[in-house]
Every structure is written in structure tokens, then in C-alpha cells.
């Protein structure tokens, strides 16, 4: 489902954010072919996420 979803996106890429204690779940994107490329907080209390990209086309 996640390649049909990802396969007629326009967008150079996909990203996506994952909690960093959810390490089998990061390591399940990271099958997918997604990159983890930095942190986020996304609101004050919220806590600290995985920034994780997946190339969708070359340039």
C-alpha cells in the first residue's frame, strides 16, 4: 500500500516523522528505503521525533 500511495506523488521527496523511542518502527522506514536526516520538535511539549526522507525522483 505504501509503494502505491508513494509511486504517483509529484514531490522530489517524502518525509515523515517518527518518535525516537519507536526504534523497530524507524527501523521498518529505513527498509523502505527513508533516510533519517535530523530532529524535530514539532510543538513545545511535544516529544523529540526523528526527521526521516524518502527520494521519490533523481533531479
Do not use: C, K, N
Request: net charge positive.
Amino acid at each position: 500500500m505504501h509503494d502505491e500511495l508513494i509511486g504517483r506523488r509529484r514531490e522530489a521527496r517524502a518525509e515523515l516523522l517518527v518518535r525516537r523511542e519507536r526504534t523497530r518502527l524507524r527501523a521498518m522506514y529505513e527498509t523502505w528505503q527513508y533516510e533519517p536526516v535530523g530532529q524535530q520538535l514539532p510543538f513545545p511539549d511535544a516529544p523529540l521525533y526523528d526527521v526521516m526522507v524518502l527520494a521519490l525522483r533523481s533531479r
